[in-house]
């Protein structure tokens, strides 16, 4: 590899696409996913028979009531708010195919505790757990443009698929629920499941302009259509209230992520990004029905990031800040509404903030590679 050209452009690109091996920002709506092809920046020198390898670790502990985009503010003040707190491991593998092409596999984990009153009795909190392997994902992605002749901007297509490897039936003790206020095993809540239950398609895309000099414009984004309508796994909520029966089942719903900022070149090793993300759950699916109990919401986020990089070795950091949250009103909300002639727009917990952390090492087939002669960013 050219020495200083090739090492701060790979730089360049680990800063402008870690996104797509960063996950989602951290609300009871939006559980753990990122996109199927675990690229990171130096897929776009990847020649054949390349190989890159990593870790992306995420974690958020939400506990901000919103219904619409209105905060609950009174849940935190008397000590009633749901506090739900996720870790998640992405550990992922990237092979080069061609100088365009390249495969990547996703293997996700997660630890999940989730303490609440309204799930125990309402008089007393206590706290669900769950763990365990997450769906894992699997990809392909092919930059539209060729690298060698395009080094100062170029556009990435993704297609991948989501298994359903995770547990999306994991159970825990639940308190004061049983019979005479006995313990009972249930579920565990939707958004602390490891797995969906579904088999998806995941679509992404990613891409970078170079701006002005050391200043690179990036974004990118997916979307995971999930056709399945529901997964079988109760939620009980209609023991809460009977007017809940419509969302007696967890449903299996879509999600989507995407991204817009600037990069910028601090130093050979060190480099910075700045940008807007905005992700969650829709209402309703692209494909299949709308059934089952969901907890739609979105996210909108300033994205701070740093990232170091020496050799092969590339590290970043994330940390998006929740600007605006919103719990839309959801089918079985629309519906109860319609059957009591009340409105009805369920709530749903946010964080302030989550913690990325990647880690990436890349296996180069030869030990030098040709690579565009330009100017560097840095």
């Keep these: 590899m050219k020495t200083a050209t090739s090492q701060t452009t790979l730089f360049l690109l680990l800063i402008i696409f870690n996104f797509q091996l960063i996950n989602a920002q951290g609300c009871v709506a939006i559980r753990h996913f990122s996109s199927c092809v675990g690229n990171a920046l130096e897929n776009n ?10 870790s992306n670790y995420r974690y958020f502990k939400s506990f901000r009531h919103f219904r619409g985009t209105e905060e609950e503010a009174d849940r935190v003040a008397n000590e009633t708010e749901v506090v739900n707190n996720a870790h998640a491991w992405d550990f992922f593998i990237t092979y080069g195919i061609t100088d365009r092409l390249y495969a990547s596999a996703t293997l996700p984990f997660v630890i999940n505790t989730r303490s609440s009153l309204y799930e125990h009795g309402r008089n007393e909190r206590n706290t669900t757990f ?16 060729n690298p060698a002749n395009n080094p100062n901007g170029n556009l990435a297509l993704g297609l991948g ?23 009972q095993v249930r579920p ?15 679509l992404d895309f990613q891409l970078y302009k170079k701006i002005f000099t050391d200043f690179y414009l990036y974004a990118g984004g997916f979307y995971l259509i999930n056709p399945r309508e529901t997964n079988g796994t109760r939620t009980l909520r209609e023991t809460l209230s009977p007017i809940l029966e419509n969302e007696a089942i967890m449903a299996v719903p879509d999600q989507f992520s995407s991204r817009l900022g600037l990069s910028y070149a601090i130093s050979p090793l060190f480099s910075t990004s700045l940008g807007a993300r905005f992700e969650g759950i829709p209402v309703k699916d692209l494909m299949g029905g709308n059934k089952g109990f969901r907890r739609p919401g979105n996210v909108l986020s300033l994205d701070p990031g740093l990232a170091y990089m020496a050799n092969n070795l590339s590290i970043n950091l994330n940390v998006p800040i929740a600007l605006r949250r919103d719990r839309p009103q959801s089918v079985t909300d629309l519906e ?8 009805r727009n369920g709530d749903a917990a946010f964080a302030d903030y989550a913690i990325n952390l990647g880690i990436t090492f890349r296996l180069p087939n030869k030990k030098e590679i040709s690579t565009p002669d330009v100017q560097s960013p840095f």
Aim: net charge negative.
């Design 188 to 202: 565990v809540d939707q958004s602390i499941q490891p797995g969906d239950g579904g088999f998806g398609i995941t």
């Design 130 to 145: 769950s763990r365990g392997l997450a769906d894992v994902r699997l990809g392909v992605g092919y930059w539209v443009f």
């Design 45 to 54: 020198l990847l020649g054949p028979g390349d190989i890159q390898i990593g």
């Design 336 to 343: 109860t509404q319609m059957a009591t002639g009340n409105p």
């Design 161 to 183: 698929v989501k298994l359903p490897t995770g547990n999306y039936n994991a159970s825990d003790i639940f308190y004061n629920v049983g019979p005479e206020g006995s313990p």
